[in-house]
């Protein structure tokens, strides 16, 4: 009973925390009214949908204001492109969107060209305000430690409002040995308003478990909520309301 309700409490904290995601190449105007219908559930509403920037305008339209609206900027490929982030953000801005989740040159930070991409986070922080930041660093593309705590360094040091593991368009997302790493930059930053988000091969409850006690860990309860604390994610939806309906399979037989 103990453990049921704890992942009872862990699926309500994840849907409050989802930014509920669709970013298929083949979306249609079709596919974003499903998505924003879909973030409406009958156990409250998720944190912020994220969408392509074409389809900001239709979202914020049929969304309630207590979900956000959140689009991406440079994506998914994160080249040194600053002019095409920007009009991205623009784009994002005018159209009425609420949140920005733009991607690091996560490749020209490896080939060293780090003050670039400092230079190239400045300029998109300041082209965002007061739009919520998210910046994907694609973790699993960094390979070592050390540059995705740098990573995540540069991020925090431009102001980003989010620290994001990963596009979820590459062969590893997000892992807790990445959530650790960024969330001990974020806990050691000072900065007691900047969050995480894990994006990425997030599909069950019990996934999203690891990085809520991950979370707790490093920033303290008070931190599970969704100013500070995201899931990216298109199928955890479904795994969250079967764990609230009582449908979910026992956890030792459900597939993982």
Same mark, same amino acid.
């Given at each position: ?10 699926a309500? +904290?994840?849907? $409050? ?15 974003? !009214? ?5 973030? $409406?559930?009958?156990y409250?509403p ?11 305008? $239709? ?5 309630p ?7 991406? !900027? ?12 920007? !009009?991205?953000? $623009? ?20 080939? @060293? ?12 922080r300041?082209?965002?305000?007061? +739009?919520?930041l ?21 991020? +925090? ?43 990425? @091969? ?11 006690? +991950?979370?707790?860990?490093?920033? @303290? ?24 309906? @009582? ?10």
């Open positions: 009973m103990a453990s049921l309700e704890l992942k009872e409490n862990a309500r +904290l994840a849907l $409050q925390c989802l930014d509920l995601t669709s970013l298929n190449d083949a979306d249609t105007a079709e596919d974003i !009214a499903a998505l924003c219908r879909r973030a $409406q559930t009958p409250g998720v944190a912020a949908v994220c969408v392509w920037p074409r389809f900001v305008a $239709q979202a914020r339209a049929a969304l204001a207590e979900i956000k609206v959140a689009a991406v !900027a440079n994506f998914p490929d994160g080249a040194l492109d600053l002019s095409r982030a920007l !009009a991205d953000v $623009q784009a994002i801005a005018t159209a009425g969107g609420d949140e920005v989740d733009v991607v690091l040159p996560y490749r020209a930070l490896m080939a @060293g060209q780090r003050s670039e991409c400092a230079e190239f986070l400045a300029e998109v300041h082209a965002s305000r007061p +739009l919520t998210k910046v994907i660093i694609e973790s699993g593309e960094l390979k070592t430690p050390e540059l995705i705590a740098d990573a995540a360094r540069l991020a +925090l040091m431009a102001g980003a409002d989010f620290v994001k593991t990963s596009t979820g368009k590459t062969a590893v997302s997000a892992t807790p040995l990445a959530a650790r790493h960024i969330l001990s930059e974020i806990a050691g930053s000072g900065l007691v308003s900047a969050g995480f988000k894990a994006s990425g @091969g997030i599909r069950t409850v019990t996934d999203a478990q690891v990085y809520l006690e +991950l979370a707790a860990d490093k920033l @303290g309860a008070a931190a599970l909520n969704p100013r500070r604390l995201r899931f990216g994610a298109s199928g955890l939806l479904g795994d969250i309301e079967a764990v609230l309906s @009582g449908t979910a399979a026992p956890a030792s037989t459900a597939s993982y």
